[in-house]
Nanobody, 127 residues
Framework: VQLQASGGGLVHPGGSLRLSCAASGLTFSSSVVGWFRQAPGKEREFVTSISRLGGNTNYADFVEGRFTITRDNAKNMVHLQLNSLRPEDTAVYYC?????????????????????WGQGTQVTVSS
C-alpha cells in the first residue's frame, strides 16, 4: 500500500493550499481516509477524515470551517483544501487510510484507527 501526499509548501497567513494524496495497493473505496498533522515538538494530531463514499466527514475542532476534505474514488485520490491558514497550522501533514470502514466516521479520529500512512508533506505558514 502506498499513500503519496503532495501539495505542501510555504504560504503567507491567510493563504490557501490544496493537499492531495494518491493511493495505491488497496481497495480505496473500502477505506476511510483522512489527514493527520505533526508540528515540531508536538504530538501527531487528527485533522479530518471522510467516509468510504464521501457522504460523511469529521473535523478536528481547530479546523473551524477552514479546511475541506474530499475524495475521488474513481481516481483513488483524497484532497484537503486548506484556507485561511494560520502560523499554527505549520506542520507535516500525513495522508492516512483505514483497513476497514465498519464504524461511524466519528470513530476514525486517532492514529490507531488507521493502518496505512503516507510519507507526509510539509505545510509552512509564515510571513
Amino acid at each position: 500500500v502506498q499513500l503519496q501526499a503532495s501539495g505542501g509548501g510555504l504560504v503567507h497567513p491567510g493563504g490557501s493550499l490544496r493537499l492531495s494524496c494518491a493511493a495505491s495497493g488497496l481497495t480505496f473505496s473500502s477505506s476511510v481516509v483522512g489527514w493527520f498533522r505533526q508540528a515540531p515538538g508536538k504530538e501527531r494530531e487528527f485533522v479530518t477524515s471522510i467516509s468510504r463514499l464521501g457522504g460523511n466527514t469529521n473535523y478536528a475542532d481547530f479546523v473551524e470551517g477552514r479546511f475541506t476534505i474530499t475524495r475521488d474514488n474513481a481516481k483513488n485520490m483524497v484532497h484537503l483544501q486548506l484556507n485561511s491558514l494560520r502560523p499554527e497550522d505549520t506542520a507535516v501533514y500525513y495522508c492516512v487510510a483505514s483497513s476497514h470502514a465498519d464504524r461511524g466516521i466519528q470513530y476514525y479520529d486517532t492514529p490507531g484507527r488507521f493502518r496505512y500512512w503516507g510519507q507526509g508533506t510539509q505545510v509552512t505558514v509564515s510571513s
